[in-house]
């Protein structure tokens, strides 16, 4: 369907702004809490897709999604660069730690309230958090996307990961468990 307005590159973009717009807000929020903030990165990854839509090589939908996160991810990224929000530091990498994993969440946690407890970490050991479980980035990737080392990434990792299972031990989800 998209193959078809790429040959204008305006309604090609009004296409890919209706279909994905939504998602990729969601996807910003991750990173930048305010929705103000979200906004504005949506607005300046959309700009970007705009400036870029004529190199970009329509393969297919997913290929499309892809381009399209990476460019999100990234403004968020640099978004939080400049509001010196993004303060990561080397820190010695404990073994120990990284063997730590979120204990299993209860099935019917909302993903709402996940979204939240992801939203309340600092804005370093979201980034890290984010890049790596849901977006799926390597230690190494994410260390050249951030400029720190890899043991930092595993460290912001484990950081995150120890402050979410506190925050589930510390907040009383059942009202918003399903069923």
């Known amino acids: 369907m998209l193959k078809r307005f790429k040959l204008n590159n305006q309604s090609f ?14 996807l910003v ?8 903030d979200a906004e504005e990165v949506l607005q300046r990854g959309f700009v970007k897709v705009f400036e870029n839509i004529s190199k970009f090589r329509l393969e297919n939908e997913k290929a499309t ?3 399209l996160r990476r460019i999100m991810v990234n403004e968020a990224l640099q978004f939080l660069r400049e509001q010196k929000r993004l303060s990561l530091q080397d820190a010695i990498e404990d073994e120990g730690l990284l063997l730590i994993q979120l204990p299993e969440a209860e099935e ?4 709402e309230a996940c979204l939240k407890l992801v939203r309340n970490l600092p804005d370093g050991y979201r980034t890290v958090f984010n890049l790596f479980v849901i977006e799926g980035y390597s230690h190494k990737e994410i260390s050249v996307l951030l400029g720190i080392s890899e043991s930092a ?3 912001q990792l484990t950081r995150a990961r120890n402050l979410l299972k506190q925050q589930l031990k ?6 918003e468990l399903v069923g």
């Open 108 to 111: 019917g946690l909302a993903y």
């Open 170 to 175: 510390s907040t009383n989800y059942e009202a």
């Open 65 to 67: 999604l892809g381009w």
């Open 153 to 155: 990434s595993r460290s």
């Open 13 to 26: 973009f009004e296409k890919l702004y209706h279909i994905y717009s939504e998602q990729l807000y969601i």
């Open 29 to 36: 929020l991750r990173y930048v809490v305010s929705e103000f």
